[in-house]
């Protein structure tokens, strides 16, 4: 049996920021969802008793500035008072709006609810925000509500100090260190976020150790991997299993194979890296050129040594090795050595000469 609640949003009231990187719509929404699962529930129950129940369409109005949480406690008698309105629907017994006694939400079987049928009904942590106040209120709600959902199945060192969105999964026996943002995002189970850490938007696999003071966006990350600290990743990032993506670090828009490593230092942009992949400190991938960023490919098993500028487009095949300190601009083909470099000069005495000059002028000018 489907059932599923209409979201209505009423142009009314103030605008708020984001809580917890959601909007208080986005926020009713997930609620909604939740809501509509648990009639679901109840019909089906009814179902099996043999009882056939006719499902209405259902409205839930919210205004903009309304909280209304998906907590397990405002769902059950949410539930339990949408049910009880679909019943009263199909024994003839009239129609009614159920209004919350905050007026946050309105619940109605018509598109326009009238207020002369109305019943008000009272659930708990619904809201209209029409201050500051309320909205931090809303916030440190909305924070413990999910803090104390997650702190069933995972670990979080420092609750107060941990955000997570509504709508983020965290798996199994993972483990969340303070001062983190987790919003809009999957973690894998067994996996450790360490402190400092905002991870938006992504998917994070089992078992990923993410250091310190990372900055991740729109990023999925495979199993075993180990990011950070102080590394950042941009959207459309994908990083194989048992990759390691190091100390200040940035990608954006690439894809980075299995077991592959960006130690330190480095940018990687518009890049397809492959598997087994050695990216020395201080490489970047340079890719654009004022006009349009180009693309690099890097192949497998691939060594780039450390300061090295590959400039864009540019395709380095597999087994290929890159010089240190090299500005390559052209295509370097399977299991080649590029290397690019003005020759070294040793001048004898050259230090030593400069000093005499500097003592003899500082010499005549102290004569003056």
């Known amino acids: 049996m489907s059932f599923e609640m209409k979201v209505v949003l009423i142009e009314e009231g103030e605008d708020f920021p984001d809580i917890i990187g959601?909007?208080?719509?986005?926020i009713a929404k997930i609620t909604a969802e939740k809501l509509s699962n648990k009639v679901k529930k109840f019909l089906e129950a009814e179902s099996e008793r043999g009882i056939n129940i006719e499902v209405p369409e259902v409205f839930f109005f919210v205004f903009k500035d309304s909280f209304v949480p998906p907590h397990t406690d405002f769902v059950d008698e949410c539930a339990k008072a949408i049910f009880s309105l679909i019943l009263r629907k199909n024994l003839g017994r009239g129609e009614l709006s159920l209004w919350s006694e905050s007026e946050s939400?309105?619940?109605?079987?018509?598109?326009?609810?009238?207020?002369?049928?109305?019943?008000?009904?009272?659930?708990?942590?619904?809201?209209?925000?029409?201050?500051?106040?309320?909205?931090t209120r809303a916030f440190h709600i909305s924070k413990k509500i999910k803090n104390d959902e997650v702190s069933q199945i995972a670990f979080l060192v420092s609750p107060d100090e941990t955000f997570i969105s509504f709508d983020s999964q965290i798996g199994k026996n993972a483990v969340i260190?303070?001062?983190?943002?987790?919003?809009?995002?999957?973690?894998?189970?067994?996996?450790?976020?360490?402190?400092?850490?905002?991870?938006?938007?992504?998917r994070?696999?089992?078992?990923?150790?993410?250091?310190?003071?990372?900055?991740i966006e729109g990023a999925e990350i495979e199993e075993d991997v180990q990011v950070g600290p102080f590394a950042r990743m941009r959207p459309q990032v994908f990083v194989g299993r048992g990759a390691k993506i190091g100390?200040?670090?940035?990608?954006?828009?690439?894809q980075i194979g299995e077991n592959s490593k960006i130690q330190h230092f480095s940018y990687v942009g518009d890049t397809k890296i492959g598997e087994n992949v050695n990216i020395g400190a201080g490489t970047v991938t340079c890719n654009w050129d004022?006009?349009?960023?180009?693309?690099?490919?890097?192949?497998n098993f691939v060594f780039i040594g450390s300061g090295s500028m590959l400039v864009a487009p540019l395709k380095i095949g597999d087994y290929a090795y890159v010089g240190a300190g090299s500005t390559i601009t052209k295509d370097v083909p399977p299991y080649?050595?590029?290397?690019?470099?003005?020759?070294?000069?040793?001048?004898?005495?050259?230090?030593?000469?400069?000093?005499?000059?500097?003592?003899?002028?500082?010499?005549?000018k102290n004569q003056k």
Not at 290 to 299: A, H, M
Not at 344 to 363: A, H, M, S, T, V
């Open 204 to 215: 994070i696999g089992k078992g990923v150790r993410v250091l310190p003071y990372c900055y």
């Open 290 to 299: 004022g006009l349009k960023k180009n693309p690099t490919e890097i192949g």
């Open 105 to 135: 939400f309105i619940i109605s079987l018509h598109p326009e609810p009238k207020k002369d049928k109305k019943e008000v009904f009272r659930v708990p942590f619904s809201f209209r925000l029409k201050t500051k106040s309320d909205w």
């Open 177 to 202: 260190f303070g001062d983190t943002f987790i919003i809009s995002s999957f973690i894998g189970e067994s996996s450790v976020i360490y402190p400092g850490n905002h991870i938006m938007k992504s």
């Open 22 to 26: 959601l909007s208080l719509p986005d």
């Open 247 to 254: 100390n200040f670090a940035e990608i954006k828009n690439s």
């Open 336 to 364: 080649a050595l590029a290397i690019e470099r003005s020759e070294q000069k040793i001048i004898p005495d050259w230090r030593k000469r400069k000093l005499e000059k500097e003592q003899k002028l500082e010499n005549e």
